[in-house]
């Protein structure tokens, strides 16, 4: 199934931006976590923004050094272990630009290979411009080597053309895009 929204996306960011009341902070680098009795977050290294609530949604490695310069906080060592060991993925992304339409289905598409490792993607036709974009996901430890990241990269094309053997005819630009610690 594919969402679709009544607005778009810049109609909900113009509505957003209308209805927020809050300061925003551009350029700014959370450098360290409090969580004594009020919550505190401390933006480059100078200022101390407090609030009731704290939502992370950063990387789980980084909120482990955050909380680190926190002397305040009582997380077990084991609770400090296995916070440090949280498994990351880093997600290998392919969009291509397409000279004409590839499929008229709005599926999203789930390929799997001889290595059972999943491509998950979609094809798009809207306004006359035609794009499929797929994503793969590699284990952090393995990511580091770039061999890994090109043998994820062919067999998700290897997935692709066995689905669309003419696929590669319609290419007209190809995006790659790597996202560590996805």
């Known amino acids: 199934p594919q969402l679709v929204l009544s607005k778009s996306t810049a109609e909900i960011l113009t509505t957003l931006r209308e209805q927020f009341t809050g300061d925003i902070y551009i350029q700014s680098e959370v450098t360290q976590i409090s969580v004594e009795a009020e ?4 933006l480059n290294g100078q200022q101390k923004l407090i609030g009731k609530e704290l939502f992370f949604f ?3 490695h980084l909120l482990s050094k955050l909380l680190s310069h926190d002397n305040s906080v009582h997380l077990s060592k084991p609770a400090l272990q296995k916070l440090s060991k949280v498994p990351l993925w880093t997600a290998v992304n392919l969009m291509f630009h397409h ?3 590839v499929t ?6 789930m390929l799997y290979g001889a290595k059972e490792q999943p491509c998950i993607g979609r094809v798009v036709n809207q306004n006359g411009l035609h794009f499929s974009q ?3 996901f590699v ?3 393995n990511a580091a080597e770039s061999e890994t990241l090109g ?3 062919r067999e998700m094309k290897k997935q692709i053309k066995r689905m669309y053997p003419y696929f590669a005819d319609t290419v007209e630009k190809e995006f790659i895009i790597v996202n560590k610690d996805a």
């Not at 919550?39 to 401390?42: F, G, L, M, P, Y």
């Open 39 to 42: 919550h505190s977050v401390t």
């Open 58 to 60: 950063e990387n789980p």
């Open 139 to 141: 284990n952090d430890e």
């Open 134 to 136: 797929w994503l793969c």
């Open 99 to 101: 000279s004409q339409e």
């Open 151 to 153: 043998a994820t990269i």
């Open 104 to 109: 008229q289905s709005p599926a999203i598409h």
